[in-house]
């Protein structure tokens, strides 16, 4: 029977006193089993801690496997220090002063090479909040920067200079391409017919339609009698034309003709029902056709 023992430093530990990690294995070579001193205890890892400083693991585990302490937080920031690139031309000052402006920590880093941009994070418009990101010309630029600066006293501040991360430039949303709308001019409308109305006698529950305006005079307000009716495709719109020729609304027979602004974009246009606008006059009157 062979004892195994492995002393680690202890980073449990909050005392200053040195202290140690003892694991302990009994391993039977011939019989392949393990034994632990304390038969009573059936789990796999028990911790035994004594008024020495040293702490007792008895462990009950395979031959060949390992034992590690480290914490999770302490992982990730190693990880992520290992990953994280740095910039090769983009400084971060701090300790900067309060009152220092854009030009003052330009003119600072100039003596040095060409500066690109300063940016300082700011409190509020009077006062920075210590923080300076200065994009020097060129890596040597941006090093002989560093070495120079590091520690200069600037203003009655010692400033700490070192490299930053890339800006991270900010990437417009994509373009969405508008929907076109083609617009029939319908004439002959009933005075006591709204826009809602005329949507659900020209959709028929097809959905086709985009939207349906009745334009009004203004001052006073009251019904022109025509409006304008959208469609999603000229196929639709051109059906529509035939379709509604003539064909009896509320008591009138409708006029129905191709829009002079017959093709635009559906903002331009009117919405759906609960959002369109009954038009004024002044905004049509241009497209009235007889």
Request: net charge negative.
């Given at each position: 029977m062979a004892i195994l023992r492995t002393t680690l430093p202890c980073p449990t530990q909050l005392s200053s006193t040195k202290h140690h990690v003892i694991i302990t294995n009994s391993f039977d070579f011939d019989k392949k089993k393990h034994y632990s001193p304390d038969p009573f205890f059936s789990s796999s890892l028990?911790?035994?801690?004594t008024h020495t400083p040293t702490l007792i693991i008895t462990t009950k585990q395979h031959f060949n496997s390992t034992l590690r302490f480290?914490?999770?937080s302490e992982q990730q920031v190693t990880t992520q220090e290992q990953t994280e690139e740095l910039s090769t031309t983009r400084l971060l000052a701090q300790n900067v002063p309060w009152s220092s402006t854009t030009e003052d920590v330009r003119s600072l880093f100039?003596?040095?090479?060409?500066v690109l941009h300063v940016e300082l994070?700011?409190?509020n418009k009077n006062r920075n909040r210590g923080l300076a990101f200065v994009e020097m010309g060129s890596p040597e630029e941006a090093s002989e920067a560093l070495n120079s600066l590091q520690s200069y006293e600037f203003d009655g501040r010692i400033i700490n200079i070192q490299y930053a991360k890339p800006k991270k430039e900010k990437i417009p949303p994509p373009v969405e391409r508008k929907p076109i709308t083609y617009n029939l001019f319908v004439a002959n409308f009933p005075y006591e017919a709204r826009s809602k109305d005329v949507k659900e006698f020209f959709d028929s529950g097809t959905g086709k339609v985009v939207s349906a305006e009745v334009i009004f005079h203004e001052n006073p307000r009251r019904p022109s009698g025509y409006g304008f009716v959208s469609y999603k495709s000229k196929k639709e719109?051109?059906?529509?034309?035939?379709?509604?020729q003539g064909k009896n609304f509320m008591g009138r027979p409708l006029r129905v003709a191709p829009s002079k602004r017959f093709v635009q974009l559906a903002e331009e246009s009117a919405g759906s029902e609960d959002t369109s606008s009954e038009l004024s006059v002044n905004e049509a009157e241009a497209d009235k056709t007889d």
């Open positions: 028990r911790l035994s801690v480290a914490s999770t100039e003596k040095y090479g060409k994070s700011m409190y719109a051109d059906e529509a034309l035939a379709e509604f």
